[in-house]
DNA sequence: CAATCGTGGGC
DNA sequence: TGCCCAAGATT
């Protein structure tokens, strides 16, 4: 190592210069790369449909919970073509339980554009991807890089993570955000760009975690500034946040002779947006007695003991649960549907839906793919 | 820039 | 249990 650092400062390459981190990392990811699902396997050219999809999956979200979802839709809709021929129900119901869901509105939107583009082939450059709906600055970096190596560094946690210990970054996110950018940017070896995009998300999901993480095994143990100095927890720095008050609301079980639910579509955008929902009063700041009112119809409501609490990024929430039986002619109230019971697994239920109608004895029997 | 936007898992 | 976090985008 030396003497390759001691050789490249008389090549115009100082010892700590951009190449050096680089190449450490990559040698460690040739050994050490995870295998995921939507991953090509070295020498393996790597699918853009596979690689966008996998890419707004995991925008805020787990390689834990994305894996089953990413199959399940690769085997609904094999291909950008098909994704795009889809109903927007179809790929609503496939998202459900996922989150953020206007990434499932955005994906099929860009799924949509890809298939009337010439070929209906992703467009290579990451402006041009970055115009695409869903594809912000991280995604649109990461599929140039991943998807057709293209040099391109995409900044995600992970990496703000390993940039702000490897050269002790003090500022602060958001705000330290472009000097990251920099400094990544600054790392990218044109050789390999999608290596190394993969290669510093599995170091800072592996070894270079937020809490302990595991610098004796890490290629850049040597170099790093905040392991230098024992920091390495400390990074990266971060704003204080502020938390979101408690919301509370009622929410309205209505379930007739022949077990079919009484649901309504949230509107398109915003909290939930185009997701199913069981009938329910606005939520508020304080506990409110006219929440009932918002029976969606008049019938026997019951009020069912206990609450049901639900915890969203911004804010948490309580929703108290009434439910009534109906007879079965009883007319749709406005804006509502009657859903089988049979199918309610087919619906766009939100998990704090689901926990509802679980909270009403309602089982919601999924159905199959 | 700051707010909004879900959910599950780990410690 | 409560808090932090996870391959961010949009407005």
């Excluded at 997701?275 to 700041?285: F, I, L, N, R």
């Excluded at 859903?339 to 009403?360: C, W």
Aim: net charge positive; with cysteine; proline share 10%.
């Amino acid at each position: 190592m030396v003497t390759a650092a001691a050789t490249a400062s008389k090549t115009r390459r100082p010892a700590t210069g951009a190449a050096a981190p680089a190449d450490a990392v990559l040698a460690w990811y040739d050994r050490h790369r995870r295998a995921l699902p939507w991953r090509a396997r070295p020498g393996e050219r790597p699918d853009p449909y596979r690689v966008w999809l996998s890419e707004i999956m995991l925008q805020q979200t787990t390689v834990t919970a994305v894996r089953p979802y990413f199959e399940r839709f690769l085997t609904r809709f094999a291909t950008v073509e098909e994704l795009a021929a889809a109903p927007a129900e179809a790929v609503m119901q496939a998202w459900a339980g996922l989150g953020y869901y206007s990434r499932a509105r955005n994906l099929h939107a860009c799924a949509r554009a890809v298939a009337a583009r010439p070929g209906g082939r992703f467009p290579e450059d990451e402006a041009e991807l970055l115009a695409l709906p869903g594809i912000g600055p991280y995604t649109a970096a990461a599929i140039a890089a991943i998807a057709f190596n293209r040099v391109a560094a995409p900044v995600d946690g992970n990496v703000e993570r390993v940039i702000t210990r490897f050269y002790a970054i003090e500022e602060a996110l958001p705000a330290a955000k472009p000097a990251i950018r920099a400094r990544t940017a600054a790392l990218v070896p044109p050789p390999r760009p999608g290596d190394f995009a993969q290669a510093m998300m599995d170091l800072g999901a592996t070894i270079c975690t937020p809490k302990r993480p595991a610098c004796a095994l890490c290629p850049l143990t040597g170099p790093c500034a905040a392991r230098r100095s024992g920091l390495q927890e400390t990074f990266p720095r971060k704003a204080p946040k502020r938390e979101g008050a408690l919301r509370h609301g009622a929410a309205f079980v209505c379930v007739r002779a022949d077990g079919a639910v009484l649901l309504r579509t949230r509107p398109p955008r915003g909290l939930l947006g185009g997701m199913a929902e069981v009938p329910g009063s606005d939520w508020t700041s304080s506990p409110n007695p006219a929440a009932w009112a918002a029976a969606p119809l008049a019938a026997r409501w019951r009020r069912l003991p206990g609450i049901v609490r639900h915890v969203f990024t911004h804010f948490p929430l309580e929703l108290a649960v009434a439910r009534a039986e109906v007879a079965q002619g009883t007319p749709v109230p406005a804006g509502c549907r009657w859903a089988p019971a049979a199918s309610l697994g087919g619906e766009a239920l939100p998990n704090l839906m689901r926990k509802v109608l679980a909270h009403a004895g309602v089982e919601v029997r999924p159905v199959d793919g």
